[in-house]
């Protein structure tokens, strides 16, 4: 990794060359922002009230302190309880930028508007001022490849923010919502109703990126009964969903979901699915999550696989549960 590309894995440090960008050449600025005429300054990490609420970026007509518009940079942290809604009523008229890599719209919940750090930064590239167009070009240079890299191989990665982008995309792409663990790694989970299990039960898979500094290490791949939500894991939910994880258990041993991802119709030409048989493999063990969610485990080998991949075996793997709570389990082989 470049001494840039460390610079830029730091939100703070981007901010901070956002802001440098912004006091050699605000011209830039008020175009991208869709911003009146005018001369504009920023201000960096503004105070909205609390010791812990600092805004990351702050646009102001100079001579004036009234905010016209407030950029959050978010490359892989995710908002903090309700932080950006404290933002926006510190801030009710300003024009309010939620600034990820991609700038994907669902990261953005209103009144946020998405914005691509990758535009943003290019915003500069025919700057009046030869070494802010310079900078900007080189920061770009950076953030666009990251944000290309999110479609490709999972484990051939170099961007901090790409298990990010790519939990994002496969949600999105599934219909699930993109989170991350308690440690910090991101996470994305897809949720259908349990047919037969009443209102509250649910089969899904969940899938997690352990490591964000090594792109290649496993993933994992948890498929799961959840009866209930973690926010309220009653004693009645973490009783109820012990029968149906049992009901399934044979549709979630290795044997079964090896199958189903195997089948020849899952994966697209040249797709990989990187699942690796865990120790005693042919029985199930339950993780209990909260003791609402019961889920077996593999581990995903991504040095050959991509999210589209992991959308596939997503979707297939919830039909095969999804068929399992109705039909009844289809025969499966054993071994790898």
């Not at 959050?72 to 008229?93: I, M, N, T």
């Not at 037969?196 to 498929?223: H, K, M, Q, Y």
């Not at 048989?277 to 889920?295: C, E, K, M, S, W």
Request: charged residues 15%.
């Amino acid at each position: 990794m470049t001494a840039l590309a460390r610079l830029l894995a730091s939100e703070n440090n981007t901010s901070d060359l956002l802001a440098y960008l912004i006091e050699l050449d605000a011209t830039p600025l008020v175009a991208v922002l869709g911003l009146p005429p005018g001369t504009y300054a920023a201000a960096r990490e503004v105070r909205t009230g609390g010791r812990r609420s600092r805004l990351d970026l702050v646009v102001h007509r100079e001579g004036s302190r009234e905010p016209v518009a407030v950029l959050e940079v978010k490359g892989a942290a995710g908002e903090h309880g309700d932080q950006l809604a404290r933002y926006a009523e510190w801030a009710p008229s300003a024009k309010l930028f939620y600034c990820t890599l991609d700038g994907t719209a669902t990261a953005a919940p209103a009144p946020w508007q998405p914005l691509s750090l990758v535009a943003l930064f290019g915003a500069w590239h025919g700057s009046s001022h030869v070494y802010a167009a310079w900078l900007a070009d080189e920061i770009a240079g950076v953030l666009g490849p990251w944000n290309q890299e999110a479609d490709g191989v999972i484990g051939a990665s170099t961007g901090p923010y790409v298990a990010n982008l790519v939990t994002r995309r496969t949600a999105a792409a599934v219909g699930g919502v993109a989170g991350s663990t308690t440690p910090g790694m991101p996470m994305l989970v897809v949720f259908r109703a349990h047919p037969g299990g009443g209102a509250d039960a649910r089969i899904g898979v969940d899938v997690r990126c352990n490591n964000l500094t090594n792109p290649a290490e496993s993933w994992l791949f948890r498929p799961f009964v959840q009866v209930g939500t973690w926010a309220d894991p009653t004693p009645a939910a973490k009783l109820a969903v012990q029968p149906l994880a049992a009901a399934l258990q044979d549709a979630l041993t290795w044997p079964a979901i090896r199958q189903v991802v195997k089948d020849p119709g899952v994966l697209n030409p040249g797709g990989n699915d990187g699942l690796r048989n865990p120790p005693g493999g042919t029985q199930p063990i339950f993780y209990d999550d909260r003791g609402v969610r019961l889920a077996t485990q593999f581990k995903v080998d991504v040095t050959r696989v991509t999210r589209f991949d992991l959308a596939a075996m997503i979707t297939a793997v919830l039909d095969h549960l999804e068929a399992a709570t109705t039909v009844g389990v289809p025969a499966v082989t054993t071994g790898e």
